[in-house]
């Protein structure tokens, strides 16, 4: 079956420290997304893409970076994490260019910043 | 900020009662859908409505739009303890940024 896959699930890291998650689809969905969920916010956009080689800022983008090689994948970089980053992270991809449609989301990635 | 705000934060009831859910939007839009989140897990689309249909239906679920108003609301009705979750609405914009925006959630506990 077709699915979307966050890894690590859970992550501890350092203040400063790189970290990357990972995404990887296997819908062919042209759009993805990346978000993080936060008590009292709901989920925020971080990152989004609509095809390879495209990528977008969302609203809370700064020390975020996200690069799109090829239709599966999208990975989330934190340059130098921040405790401000602890959060979860939840990965959503949905079909068609520019589709409004429903969004396919991963189980979220856990990060911890100390 | 967010463009959806959903009312309540937090709602109990007992099984087999109605559960209603309500959720403010700012500006225009395409669709607003739903989504439902159980504990910590992902989230679950439930169902769409797009901005020309004023109600829409499926299974036990009733979801209607008053886009003059810009509000959604979602009723659960002869609810299960299995229902028990996090549901959150969120909105297509009708120009711009095709991403959907989400609200805070409401958190749903059905007493068996």
């Known amino acids: 079956d077709a699915e979307i896959t966050q890894s690590p699930r859970h992550k501890i890291t350092e203040t400063g420290r790189q970290v990357t998650l990972a995404c990887h689809q296997t819908w062919n969905h042209n759009n993805m997304f990346w978000y993080r969920q936060d008590l009292g916010h709901g989920l925020r956009l971080i990152h989004y893409?609509?095809?390879?080689?495209?990528?977008n800022k969302g609203e809370v983008s700064d020390g975020y970076s996200v690069s799109r090689s090829n239709t599966e994948d999208l990975p989330l970089t934190l340059e130098s994490a921040a405790s401000s980053q602890t959060s979860v992270y939840f990965c959503a991809s949905r079909s068609g260019r520019g589709d409004t449609g429903e969004l396919f989301f991963g189980e979220g990635s856990r990060l911890t910043v100390l | 900020s967010q463009q959806g705000e959903e009312d309540p934060q937090a709602l109990s009831i007992q099984e087999g009662e109605n559960a209603t859910m309500n959720c403010s939007y700012k500006t225009s839009i395409n669709n607003l859908q739903w989504y439902r989140q159980n504990s910590g897990r992902g989230l679950v689309h439930l169902i769409l409505i797009r901005s020309n249909e004023r109600e829409k239906h499926s299974g036990r679920l009733r979801v209607t739009l008053d886009t003059s108003k810009k509000s959604s609301s979602l009723l659960i009705t002869a609810s299960r303890a299995a229902d028990t979750a996090s549901y959150f609405c969120a909105t297509a914009p009708d120009t711009g940024r095709r991403a959907l925006t989400f609200g805070s959630g409401t958190r749903l506990q059905v007493q068996p």
């Open positions: 893409s609509y095809g390879v080689q495209d990528t």
